[in-house]
Each structure stands twice: as structure tokens, then as C-alpha cells.
């Protein structure tokens, strides 16, 4: 039997176009598994001080994003960067992060859920990391099958903090971004939902120990204005989705009611959902009153502006 020439003009031609084509055109994209460091140029800190408590996530120190697929993501499928609340001194990984992702998934949006710096470090490590996570979701879009045009963020009580900032403040600059390969990549989310936001850093409606883990003890009045989203939404600002329990004995409901006061004229999709709970981090627990179909409202806002098909 004669052996065929690779080397051929048109074999090779061939054999060149198939090395050319991008993966994702060859056998599928290629969707990770498993977590992702935020920041892979960068050497790991040592010794890593992560630990696990009560399925709660304490002291990050390399901070990383978990990615979670649907079943059958079709081509181009959106997908949401979460952030799990826990006061900026730790993250509530499974019950603000894993159930939050897997409730996305049914909708057939890919979620990534990202361990954030926090105490430990204060500002800007958390937002930084934010920032990042976005950019790694959209940079690496295409090879992963995902539209970088419908990109969102979730984020719960601190986490709901550190997503507002990323969709308010996502032209933020730091010396620690001069050597960033994705700085030229946008971070700006295209859409952001906040349940029990941290929004103000100001009293009366500050959640104090938020504010003291991001902050220090004792942060000026230009600081505490600084990181009060209330102050920082600009005519880019992406529509925003607030839950809130009325009487929420933790986060005053206030944060969410000044937040869209300030949102709506510059990003009139915005919405605004208040429950009859004194409840703080309901999540998506069951048996919690009204309070426990805010994904269905969430869903049906993701529909009606085509963030979902």
C-alpha cells in the first residue's frame, strides 16, 4: 500500500489552516474544570493561609475563580462572575457562590465563582481582584464559547458591595495594574444583580464591620464617600437587579433604596425588589416567604433585556 504524502502542496495547505484555525473551531471550546488562579503571571503567596470553617472560606491569599457550566452550554452562552458575601472577613463559598451558580446553570448561564482577598489585605486588593475576574471571564470568552457581550456580575451583602463597585468603578486604575497582560480588556460587567447589598461605607446605613475589614477603623469622610456606591454611579453605570428584605437586621434595606435612587435616571433597566423579611442572607433558601422567588423575578428580568434567550 502506498504510504499518502503529507507533504503534498495541498495536504500541507491543509495541515496549515488546521493549525491556524482557532481550537474552538476545530473540536469545541475548551471549558476549564477546575479553579483558576486570578492572577497566573504572578507568583503564589507562601505560606497560603486559606482555610475552611463551617463551609465558609477564611483569609485568601491567592485569590481564584471556580468556573460552573450547564449541562449543554450552547455557543455564545452568557455568564456571571459571583461574588459570595461574608462582611469582607470571609465568603460564604456554597451557599452564596456553589447554589448561586448552579442556579444559574439551569438557565443555561456559565458562572464562575471567585475567592477574593479580604481583611487580610483591605482596599484595593478586593475590588483589584474584581476587576480581574471579569476581565479573565471576557478575555478568555471565545476560547471558552462564551459572549463577551453578556457578562454579569452577582454578588451578596459584602460580595453585593464588591460587585456594584466592579459595575460603578470599572475604570478604576492601580499602580498594582501597570503590568496587568488583560489591562486593555473591559471590566465592566454588562449587567449586575445585588442581593442585600453593602452599598454605603457612610452612617447611619453602614454595615459597620464591612466597612472597618475594607477600610481600616478609623477612614476619612472622603474615603467613606469613595467606596459608597450611592456616589458612584456614572452614565455607563450596567442595569442593575437589588433584592432587599425590608426589615433586614444586618444591612439596612436603605443601601438598596439609595442605590437605585441614584441608579435609575442614569440606568433606567434597573430594578429594585423589596421582600417582606427581616432575614439578612437569605440566598436562595427555600421557605423564606416571597423572599424566595427573587430568582424567578431575576430570571424574567434576565429575559426581558435579552441577557438571556
Known amino acids: 500500500m502506498m504510504r499518502e504524502n503529507l507533504w503534498a502542496p495541498g495536504r500541507l495547505l491543509c495541515l496549515l489552516v488546521a493549525c491556524l484555525l482557532p481550537l474552538g473551531a476545530m473540536a469545541g471550546p475548551e471549558r476549564p474544570q477546575n479553579a483558576l488562579p486570578l492572577w497566573p503571571e504572578r507568583e503564589p503567596v507562601t505560606p497560603d493561609r486559606e482555610t475552611i ?24 452562552a452568557p455568564a456571571v462572575v459571583i461574588f459570595p458575601g461574608g462582611g469582607y472577613q470571609r465568603l460564604a ?24 482577598r479580604m481583611v487580610e489585605y483591605g482596599h484595593p486588593a478586593p475590588l483589584l481582584d474584581g476587576l480581574r475576574a471579569v476581565r479573565h471571564v471576557r478575555a478568555n470568552a471565545a476560547t471558552w464559547g462564551l459572549d463577551p457581550d453578556r457578562i454579569g456580575v452577582l454578588g451578596f451583602s459584602a460580595g453585593g458591595h464588591l460587585a456594584g463597585s466592579v459595575a460603578l468603578r ?11 497582560p488583560w489591562g486593555r480588556v473591559s471590566a465592566r460587567p454588562d449587567f449586575a444583580i445585588l442581593l442585600y447589598p453593602v452599598v454605603t461605607m457612610e452612617d447611619p446605613h453602614t454595615h459597620k464591620g464591612s466597612r472597618e475589614a475594607l477600610l481600616g477603623k478609623d477612614p476619612s469622610e472622603k474615603t467613606q464617600r469613595e467606596h459608597s456606591l450611592e456616589h458612584q454611579v456614572g452614565s455607563s453605570a450596567p442595569p442593575l437587579f437589588l433584592v432587599h428584605g425590608s426589615g433586614d437586621q444586618s444591612v439596612p434595606v436603605e443601601n438598596s433604596l439609595m442605590l437605585f435612587e441614584a441608579a435609575l435616571p442614569k440606568s433606567p433597566k434597573s430594578e429594585l425588589h423589596i421582600y417582606q423579611t427581616d432575614r439578612h442572607g437569605f440566598g436562595l433558601l427555600p421557605d423564606e416567604g416571597s423572599a424566595s422567588f427573587w430568582p424567578e423575578a431575576a430570571e424574567q428580568w434576565l429575559r426581558y433585556n435579552e441577557f438571556v434567550e
Open 170 to 180: 470599572s475604570a478604576f486604575t492601580h499602580s498594582d495594574l501597570a503590568d496587568d
Open 53 to 76: 470553617k463551617d463551609n465558609r472560606v477564611f483569609s485568601v491569599d491567592n485569590p481564584s475563580i471556580t468556573p460552573y457550566w450547564p449541562d449543554a452550554p450552547a455557543a455564545g
Open 93 to 116: 463559598f456554597d451557599k452564596e457562590g456553589v447554589a448561586a451558580a448552579r442556579w444559574l446553570n439551569e438557565l443555561g448561564i456559565a458562572a464562575f465563582v471567585v475567592k477574593y
